[in-house]
């Protein structure tokens, strides 16, 4: 089954859809099958990976909320061949609207990403830049969630919050979500706050953080424009690199996560068995 992260943060402009569009892509190239859910009406993971919004205008993740589709069915092919995306549009904003009086509205993106979870190594959720039903969806499907921050003065506003809703979400919705981590990113090596922003983080949240650290990077900037991720559009930029490397941490992470289980469960079961 694959393993489904949640890029989540309700503040804006920190990173998250480059993070999303990225990291997947990173993951991809290193031979993992991977689904990007656009869950952002703004749709940029979309539009940075090439596809244009009348491409998918019937087919998007707004039919999968309401029911109408199925994830396999609006799931939309990229330029590399192990990466796919199922795309966003702004009729997502109705969602939220329409869903209020639904049963186990919190439930719907976990219900469709059980019925493709098989066909993938890893799923990624791109959310909106808010704590709302769509995120709400997100965190309660993930196995995970991870948390872009920037490496500037408000970095750990707001995230106090987020982390308060996946810890409400774990007792209430999905026991098993759990922090993948906090990665740091727009991290300028010239500017003495963005050393002491990753000082205070790493001292506060410890192995938490990974140790990839993204920077400010023009190639960054003009990879969607291009409707590219960074390794596509350039490849040998330090921005590419970070984020290859961030992927490897990912999946050693999961590794790890998967054999401690597993290792619990040998464990549980020679207990039982020598009682």
């Given amino acids: 089954m694959a393993k489904t992260i949640c890029i989540a943060n309700q503040k804006g402009g920190v990173g998250k859809t480059t993070t999303s569009v990225n990291l997947s892509s990173a993951l991809a190239s290193l031979g993992q099958k991977v689904l990007i859910i656009d869950m952002d009406p703004q749709g940029n993971a979309s539009s940075g990976l090439g596809l244009k919004r009348h491409e998918y205008q019937d087919a998007n993740t707004y039919q999968v909320l309401i029911a109408e589709m199925s994830l396999s069915e609006t799931t939309q092919k990229t330029k590399n061949s192990n990466l ?6 702004p009729d997502l904003v109705g969602a939220e609207i329409e869903l209020v009086d639904i049963h186990q509205r919190e439930y719907r993106l976990k219900q469709a990403i059980q019925m493709i979870s098989h066909e993938y190594d890893f799923i ?3 959310c909106p830049p808010s704590l709302g039903l769509l995120t709400l969806n997100a965190l309660t499907a993930a196995d995970s969630f991870l948390v872009p921050l920037q490496c500037e003065y408000y970095a750990l506003e707001g995230l106090s919050q987020l982390l308060n809703t ?10 098993q979500l759990h922090i993948e981590g906090i990665v740091l990113t727009m991290f300028d090596t010239r500017n003495n706050l963005s050393h002491q922003v990753v000082t205070e983080i ?9 140790q990839a650290v993204i920077p400010r990077n023009v190639r960054l900037s003009e990879a969607p424009s291009h409707g590219l991720s960074i390794l596509d559009y350039d490849p040998k930029s330090i921005g590419a690199i970070k984020y290859l ?3 490897k941490e990912v999946i050693h992470r999961t590794v790890e996560r998967e054999d401690h289980s597993e290792s619990s469960k040998h464990k549980s079961h020679s207990g039982a068995l020598n009682a």
């Avoid at 996946?166 to 026991?175: F, Q, R, V």
């Avoid at 790493?202 to 990974?210: A, I, M, S, Y």
């Fill in 202 to 210: 790493r001292n506060h949240f410890g192995e938490k953080v990974f």
């Fill in 124 to 126: 990624i959720i791109d």
């Fill in 84 to 89: 796919f995306i199922s795309p966003a549009n």
């Fill in 166 to 175: 996946a810890g409400l979400i774990k007792k209430s919705l999905n026991p």
């Fill in 245 to 247: 490397e961030l992927a």
